[in-house]
Every structure is written in C-alpha cells, then in structure tokens.
C-alpha cells in the first residue's frame, strides 16, 4: 500500500510497488493487491483495513516523516487499537544522526519516534524514519519509508526475515515464485489466447488435481512491443523454478510452432532488435537499412543492441522522393509500392556493401500517397548480388503509431526470413 497524496495527482510514480512485487516473489510470498491512498487519516486506516480484511500481511511505503501530512504511524494504530508511545533509543539515534551533521535536530522529527504499543522497529540506516513491524491478530503490518532505497533496506533486513519466519510457523515450505515472459509479434491477443487454450485448461486440471498450483499463464498486451505470455512458476528453489520455467517455455513454443510458425521473438528484456542480432550474426552477414516513413527509426532500434557496429553497416532516411531514386536507385513511378521497397532494398546493398539489404516504405498519414491509404506499408528485402522481395502490410493507428508498427513489423519479418535462411 504506497501512502502519499502525490501518487494520486500523478506527480510520482509508484515504482516501489513493482520491486516490492518481484522481490516478494523471491522469497515466496504471493502479492496479491496493490493500492494508493492520499494523506487523510480515515482513508488510510480504512484502506488497511480492507487490505488485512483480505491479506496476511500489508506493506505499508511512506508517511513516516517528519511532518503533519505524515501520518502512516498513527493509522496504524487506530487499526491496532493501541496508542502510540516514544521509543528514546528511536530518538537518540535521530538526534544523533543529526549531530553527526553538524546540525539541530527539529522538533518535528521527534514524530518519527512514536510507536505503536506492541510494535517492532526496524532500524533505520539510510535516513531518520525506522520501519515498523505491527502484529494485527495473526496478521501483520509492515511499515516502511516511501524513499525507494530506503524502503528496500528495510525489506532485506527487516520485512523478508519476518516473512521466512511466519511462513515457518505456518508450516508453509519456504520457495520462490519466478515467471518468464515470452514476447511474440504477428498474433493478436485473443488468437494467443484460442491457441494456448488447451494446455492453459491442462495446468488448471493439474492444479485442481494436485491441491495446488503448478504453472499459470497470462497475457499481456504491449502495444508497438507485441503481446507478452506470462508464465509464472512456484518452486522449492530458483534451480527448480528455472527448470520448470525451461519445460513450460518449450511446450509454449511447440504450440504455437504448430499453430502459426515462430511467434516467441525473444524472452524477457529481449526486444526485437536482440533477435535480428543474433539472426544477423549467426549467419555471418551484415545489414543495411533504407527507411521512408519510418525515418530512422529501425535504424535507431538496431544501434540499441550493443556490439552493432560489428553487423550493422547503417541506414539510409530517404524521405524525399528524389533521394529514394538518386541515392537508393528506386525507378519512376509510386514509391509506396512493392517494387520501391525491392529496388530500396537493393540500393541498401550496393550503398552501404552489406549482405543484407531491409527497407520500408508506406503512409503514416494523415493524408493518402500514390493512391494508398495511411497505414499501408511495404517492406523489402535483398541479398546482395541476389533476388529481391517485398510484403504488403497493413498496420493500425495514428501517424506514430504506424511509424512504431511499422518498424517492428519489418524487423520481424527480417527474423523471420533470415530464420529460413538458417534453415536452409
């Protein structure tokens, strides 16, 4: 639960929420709820209420300042039902960091050595607020400061170590929680999803017939990045996790193998230009790029990739027509056509001396080209010394849109024919 009227007016961005989420995952604690709430004391200790209502434990980020908007410490223990009270060892030590400095401590500081009765401090190292740890029942309630590496130096040495501890006492075997994205391009969500059908229902069975839970897929759609499969795991330990991971990973492949060729583009952090690289670079060859209407931009994707230098020969904008036939040698007539996007690719070649020859051209819009409608778009391809070819595409949007569709798209078709390449 992130604390702090800022967050709601968009001022600051919850990102301690995401590290709270994958490093509770590591110790094997489910999250199941996040939430924001502003500085006002009775939507405070109504949200944590709400949250323990549904939860064994809450974290509770910010409001433990110094200030009167601060006011974490004493929600908590209305909802604990106990009153707050000063811990001197607290106060000797903010006033101590303060003489350190050369500086007065304020006498508003002393707020952050009030405790709920009942309470434990975790010590704080990094700043003046500690954190707490408030036993509700049998349930719990962390609180930290909201300053991100002040909050995780509570996490490890604090908060995680509790966790173990309850989870022990629960007679809960300690494990991890660790998932894997797939990232794909060229099917849509629901067509993941009709695909992936069966075996999702195949694991939910496993999971009812087990008593427990194996492996769960989700989707998520990333716009101009694909749709990402989502496979999260429970494991004893994170060599068991990541061979499970490996197992689900290759079944996930297989099936969508058979149903539509290869969509999985990368894992992870791995964005398209990753896998033209290793495309590229396991064929020996180098690349070239001609762009119209994406002005750069699959050029720019590709230098993304460190070690580029040693495959990528450059890029050629050629946005005005002229340069299209001066420089690239595309002949008379429509440029927004499979013919300028062969004779692009070609000229790629022969300007830049790569293997490899990649362009695109189309309409971003508003307004119609050569008598074709924004969104059209034609990408090419050549070898050197060899044939060239092209595909038509049709890609949705507004102009940035299909400028950033378009060049994942004529990336990815790059990926794929230089996949058959390999092949051949």
Known sequence: MAVGTELLLGQIADTNGAWLGEHLAAVGVASHFHQ?????????????????????????????????????????????????????????????????RGRTMSPSNARQA????????????????PGLICP??????YAVPGVPYEMADMFERGIAPDLRRRLRERGEAEGVIASRVLR????????????????????????????????????LASGIEGIKVRVTVRAADDAAASARLDAEEATIRHVLGDAAGDVVFGVDDEAIEHAVAKAVTARHLTLGVAESLTGGLVSSRLVNVPGASAWFRGGVVSYATEVKQSVLGVPEGPVVSAAAAEAMAVGACRVL???????????????????RSPGTVFVGLARAGGAAESAELAVPGDRQRIRQYATISALDLLRRRLAVLLAD
């Open 184 to 219: 794909t391009w060229g099917m849509t969500e629901s067509r993941l999803a009709d695909v992936l059908a069966a075996h999702i229902g195949s694991l939910d069975q496993a999971a009812i017939s087990s008593g427990g839970e194996t492996a769960t897929i989700a989707f």
């Open 36 to 100: 924001a709430v502003g500085d006002n004391h009775d939507r405070i200790v109504l949200a944590l209420r709400t949250a323990l209502a549904r939860s064994d434990g809450v974290i509770v980020c910010g409001g433990l300042g110094p200030t009167h908007d601060d006011i974490t410490r004493e929600a908590i223990a209305e909802v604990m039902n106990v009153p707050l009270v000063r811990d001197e060892a607290v106060l000797e030590r903010i006033a101590a960091l303060f003489s350190s």
């Open 114 to 129: 009030a405790v709920p009765e009942g309470a434990r401090v975790i010590p704080q190292r990094k700043g003046t607020a």
């Open 136 to 141: 509700v029942g049998h349930k719990v309630v």
């Open 353 to 371: 001396g790569s293997d490899v020859g990649l362009s695109v051209t189309g309409v971003a819009g508003p307004d119609s080209q050569d008598g």
